[in-house]
């Protein structure tokens, strides 16, 4: 399950709750956010769990900001929506290129459409809180 698509490079989410979800890895020059789909990402029916969907939605951060997982790159979540279209199986590649909508003095808007290998399986808009100017 390493198999990572060529551009993608691990990120440090920092520890805790992060280092449980496991690795997260972002393509810059497209914002995408990726991960694999592993057997602690799943549900009773074997497919990636909502909650850990959500997890992986909130880390749109990641993608426009430097430093994620450290003081210099927190960015604490306002608000987070998730619409889910369909099943993330286990050992699917899960990608979401982040569009930065706007920011202002203190938030950051974005959104994504999330995939698994290729399919449409989520869709998330997020408000951040920032400190930092976005890259």
Same mark, same amino acid.
């Given at each position: 399950m390493d198999d990572i698509p060529e551009g993608f490079e691990l990120i440090d989410m920092g520890p805790g709750f992060m280092a449980a979800f496991g690795p997260v890895y972002l393509?810059?020059?497209?914002?995408?956010?990726?991960?694999r789909v592993a057997a602690h990402h799943l549900n009773p029916v074997?497919?990636?769990?909502?909650?850990?969907?959500?997890?992986?939605?909130d880390l749109q951060i990641a993608a426009v900001i430097d430093g994620p997982g450290t003081a210099r790159?927190? /960015?604490?979540?306002?608000?987070?929506?998730?619409?889910? =279209?369909?099943?993330?199986p286990h050992g699917a590649w899960v990608q979401a290129p982040v569009q930065l909508v706007k920011q202002t003095k203190t938030l950051i808007?974005?959104? &994504? =459409?999330?995939? &698994?290998?290729?399919?449409?399986?989520?869709? /998330?808009? &997020?408000?951040?809180?920032?400190? =930092?100017?976005?890259?």
């Open positions: 393509q810059r020059a497209t914002r995408t956010l990726g991960f074997d497919v990636c769990n909502g909650g850990a969907m959500a997890t992986f939605a790159g927190h /960015a604490p979540t306002v608000t987070l929506s998730v619409d889910y =279209l369909g099943p993330a808007f974005t959104q &994504a =459409l999330i995939s &698994a290998n290729g399919r449409p399986v989520a869709r /998330a808009n &997020a408000i951040y809180r920032h400190y =930092l100017a976005p890259r």
